[in-house]
């Protein structure tokens, strides 16, 4: 796909379903996020990519979430322990951020959201369908600790990455003139 075509037709698909991204596929995509404009090139990106029967686990964490946070709601903790199941290939995106006295750890996310953007963008043009998902999760020191993150680091998404089932949504129109001004 010309790369115009992909960003102006980039489409969040939820219902995401087999087969995901194989081997060179995957490639490609985390290649690409690790082309995201990083200043200073501090590199604070960790991608770890979770499949098969990880996800599971992953799932079984984020109910372990909710329960360590007091919730029991069983339909709750179904639901959180399913969430990771809703595509063959979630990619977490973890900012690890480096201690630098003029490189903020925010600047150091945004860099982290630019790869995940590349990378979602990546797949799209590869024929995948692609939902960036975040919620509690995200910041529970217990799911950044079982990805391998180091304490401190923050998931800026969970990409979750498959072959689309059902239609694509239809694409807004975006009115540029609510968010454009000269200066
Ligand atoms: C940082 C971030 C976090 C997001 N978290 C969620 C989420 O947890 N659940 C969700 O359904 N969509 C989430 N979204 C939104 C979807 O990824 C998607 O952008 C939205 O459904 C709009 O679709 P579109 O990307 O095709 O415009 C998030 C987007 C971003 C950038």
Redesign the pocket.
């Given at each position: 796909m010309d790369v115009i075509d992909t960003l102006l037709n980039?489409?969040?698909?939820?219902r995401l379903t087999e087969p995901g991204p194989d081997e060179e596929a995957l490639s490609l995509i985390l290649r690409a996020a690790a082309r995201a404009p990083d200043h200073g090139r501090l590199r604070p990106w960790r991608f770890v990519v979770v499949l098969g029967e990880r996800r599971a686990v992953l799932g079984q964490c984020f109910a372990q979430c909710l329960t360590i946070n007091g919730i029991s709601d069983p339909a709750r903790l179904e639901k959180a322990a399913n969430a990771p199941l809703r595509a063959p290939l979630i990619i977490a995106g973890l900012v690890h951020a480096v201690p630098h006295d003029k490189i903020s750890r925010e600047e150091q996310g945004h860099a982290v959201?630019a790869a995940l953007h590349g990378a979602q963008l990546a797949a799209e043009s590869l024929g995948f369908g692609c939902?960036?998902?975040?919620?509690g999760y995200a910041t529970d020191p217990l799911v950044i600790e079982a990805l391998g993150g180091a304490p401190g680091d923050q998931v800026?998404?969970?990409l979750y990455l498959g072959t689309r089932e059902g239609p694509s949504?239809l694409?807004?129109d975006e009115p540029l003139e609510a968010v454009t001004h000269y200066f």
């Amino acid at each position: 796909m010309d790369v115009i075509d992909t960003l102006l037709n980039r489409n969040s698909h939820a219902r995401l379903t087999e087969p995901g991204p194989d081997e060179e596929a995957l490639s490609l995509i985390l290649r690409a996020a690790a082309r995201a404009p990083d200043h200073g090139r501090l590199r604070p990106w960790r991608f770890v990519v979770v499949l098969g029967e990880r996800r599971a686990v992953l799932g079984q964490c984020f109910a372990q979430c909710l329960t360590i946070n007091g919730i029991s709601d069983p339909a709750r903790l179904e639901k959180a322990a399913n969430a990771p199941l809703r595509a063959p290939l979630i990619i977490a995106g973890l900012v690890h951020a480096v201690p630098h006295d003029k490189i903020s750890r925010e600047e150091q996310g945004h860099a982290v959201a630019a790869a995940l953007h590349g990378a979602q963008l990546a797949a799209e043009s590869l024929g995948f369908g692609c939902i960036w998902r975040t919620g509690g999760y995200a910041t529970d020191p217990l799911v950044i600790e079982a990805l391998g993150g180091a304490p401190g680091d923050q998931v800026v998404g969970f990409l979750y990455l498959g072959t689309r089932e059902g239609p694509s949504k239809l694409l807004p129109d975006e009115p540029l003139e609510a968010v454009t001004h000269y200066f």
